[in-house]
Structure formats: C-alpha cells, structure tokens
C-alpha cells in the first residue's frame, strides 16, 4: 500500500496531537489539566438542546439539502443583518460541517495550482495544510508581539506577488486573541480590492470581543464587493457547540454553487437535527455569550497578571479566549523550542499546551483560559513553576 504524496507532507493537527497525549496521560493515571483545546467549558443553552431533541423526535433526521435547510440558511444571512447592519441573502449562505470545512471548501474552490495565497503568521494551524490540499503556496506575512501580532497593509504589500490570489484574515485571532479594529480590517480590504486578492473573513470568535473594543467585521465590505470577499462564520465558540459541527460562509451566490461541489462530493449536508437547533441559536436570545464574555474577560485578567509575573511578553488580547506569550527566553538546551517546552511542561507540571511552532511563532505558546477560574490558575502556577523555578 502506497499513501499518496499530498498527504505525506501533511502535518497532523497540532492541537488535537497534543490533546490525545493528555488523554493517554489520563488514561495512565495522571492527572492532567488541559489548557490545549479551544472548547468554551460552557454548556450548550438548553433551549437550543431543546430544540434538537424535538427534530429528533418529529424525525426529522433523513438527507438535507447540501448547502442547508432553507430556514438556517436565512438565518445565517440575516445575523450579518443583525449585528452589522450589512444582510445577505439565503442564496448566499453554505452551511457546513463547523467552520473547518467552510474554509477547506472555499480554498478548493478559489485557489488553482501554484496560487498564492497569504497567511498572516501567527496563523490557526489549519490554513497552511487546507491551502497545500489545494494545491496552493502558503506565504506566511509574519507578525510580532510589538504589533500585537497584527498584519498591516505594508507587511501585506511586501509579500504580495503576481501570483497572489487569496488572503486568510482571522480576527479574533486564534492563537493570539487579538482584533483588528474595523478601520484596520477596511484598510486591509481597500488594498485587497486594489489588487484584486479576495479575502477569506474568518469571524469565527466575533460575538467574543471584551470592551472597550467592539466586534469587527468585513460584511460591509462583502455586501458592497461579494466578489471579493467571503466570511467564514460558525457557533462551535459563541454558543457552545464545537461538537455539534455547525459552520457557515456567506458569499457571492457563484462561489456557493462551487462550494456546493466540493461538499456534496465529500459530506454532503452536515446533521439534520443540529441544522433546527442550529437556526433557533441564531434566531433567539444571545444571553449566554454576555455570560461568557464575563468569565473570559475575569479569566483573562488573571491570567495576564500571572503570566506578566514570569517576566514575559504578551499582547492582551481582546477576544476570543487565548493567550500567546513569547516564552523563548525560557527555553534551555534541554527543551530548546516549544514542542520540546510544552513536552516538559506535560511530564513535569501535568499541564497540557500548544507550541508556538504549530502556529508558526516557535518563540511562543498558546494557553487557552476556556475552563474555571481555579483550575486556570492551579494550571497555571503549575507552568510558571517550571519555568521559573518558583
């Protein structure tokens, strides 16, 4: 048996690798606090349980149509009605398998062979693998902590060629938490337009922004250039749901029809009962993300004032619930980089983290502080006395 090459050069995912090494720690009797995986410890609210319980029970549970039932479609839409003022149409609306499909899905319908495509660095772990299963060359436009690892138009233009096609934009961002101003993300879209790259808008953490910031979003610019731009949107982060796999584009009603393509002949419609509990999450009350926002912006808090102890530099992010310390100054010959930092950190402190080299940045780490108050900070006493020796 030969497995073919494209795969070969792919990289597992990072995050789930180390995840199933915390696992089989558990597994072994060792207690383990993760603060690996970007899950909100949250509950799905109970009317959107509801909801799904009563699909199942009206069984509704047979095919769907590919891009989404009618009603979760204009319910996508209309949340860029609701919270930007910039509506779309239902035409315009693929619903997929969380937020991880749409992406792959735009990329394989946008991206040709040997097309270019920018990635602002650090970057979440999947877009450089997704743009090489397309066949595209990732250009990684690197960012630093003295920018709050944000991108501008100038670090964007010197990296962009004549075979620049796409730009993957995510703010919040994951790994770092931090936001684009919606000044910063027009700019960015004036000098896209400019040189006609289109731009992948992935929102996914929008709804969690901590004030004094204020969401940002590119749906103005997508309703005004709907051939420019697509948003990836998705309620694994803002409403509990990572299990429930429930994602979304909006864009031109040509590039759905492509994305269709590329669904139909890999999963088809994602679950029927998640798309009924998926459009009353979306129609109804958005209480548990003010909810959430109070615990992530308290834990957040914390945990900047702990890591700031150990001496290190870090942005404070305004969204989404990461934070992304340049810790380099930590390393030593025996754990040299932060896959072999955050190996020790696992064996010696029993916490579970993410290296910076999965992201792109080997100087740093990522700490998700998506789990309580208390184990968050026995969590992260436990690191700081590792690397600090206190």
């Not at 558990?26 to 603060?35: H, K, M, P, T």
């Not at 069984?59 to 839409?77: D, M, N, Q």
């Amino acid at each position: 048996m030969r497995i073919s090459d494209r795969l070969e050069r792919i990289k597992p995912s990072a995050t789930l690798a180390v995840n199933a090494k915390a696992q089989e720690l558990r597994a072994q009797g060792r207690e383990v606090i993760s603060l690996a995986v970007g899950q909100p410890d949250f509950n799905t609210p109970q009317h959107v349980v509801e909801a799904a319980k009563a699909a199942l029970d009206e069984g509704f549970t047979r095919y769907t149509a590919v891009p989404g039932i009618p009603e979760l479609r204009e319910a996508v839409a209309g949340y860029y009605g609701r919270f930007y003022d910039a509506p779309a149409t239902a035409d315009e609306a693929i619903i997929s398998n969380g937020g991880k499909q749409v992406l792959y899905n735009l990329l394989m319908a946008l991206v040709n062979p040997g097309d270019e495509v920018l990635i602002p660095g650090p970057y979440w772990v999947s877009y450089p693998a997704m743009v090489q299963l397309a066949e595209g060359v990732s250009v990684i436009v690197p960012a630093t902590a003295d920018n709050d690892f944000l991108v501008s138009v100038a670090d964007l233009e010197a990296k962009r060629t004549s075979r620049t096609r796409v730009l993957i934009l995510n703010s919040p961002s994951n790994p770092t938490g931090c936001c684009y101003t919606q000044d910063q993300l027009d700019e960015i879209a004036d000098w896209a337009l400019k040189n006609d790259v289109f731009i992948i808008s992935d929102e996914v953490y929008d709804r969690l922004v901590y004030a004094p910031a204020t969401p940002a979003s590119l749906a103005g610019f997508r309703a005004a250039h709907p051939e420019n731009c697509a948003l990836v949107g998705a309620l694994s982060k803002s409403f509990c749901m990572t299990g429930w796999r429930i994602g979304w584009s909006v864009a031109h009603a040509d590039l759905v029809k492509a994305m269709i393509k590329v669904q139909g002949q890999s999963t088809s419609n994602i679950s029927a009962f998640s798309q009924k509990a998926a459009t009353v999450a979306l129609n109804g009350s958005w209480d548990i993300v003010e909810t959430m926002k109070e615990a992530f912006v308290r834990r957040r808090d914390m945990a900047y004032e702990i890591i700031a102890g150990w001496g290190a530099q870090c942005p404070k992010p305004d969204g989404a619930f990461y934070l992304f310390p340049v810790l380099d100054n930590f390393y030593t010959k025996d754990a040299p980089d932060s896959a072999a930092m955050c190996t020790r950190i696992l064996e010696e402190a029993g916490v579970a983290l993410v290296p910076g080299s999965a992201f792109g940045d080997d100087r740093c780490i990522r700490f998700s502080y998506a789990l309580d108050d208390a184990t968050l900070k026995d969590a992260l006493t436990r690191v700081g006395r590792v690397l600090t020796g206190k």
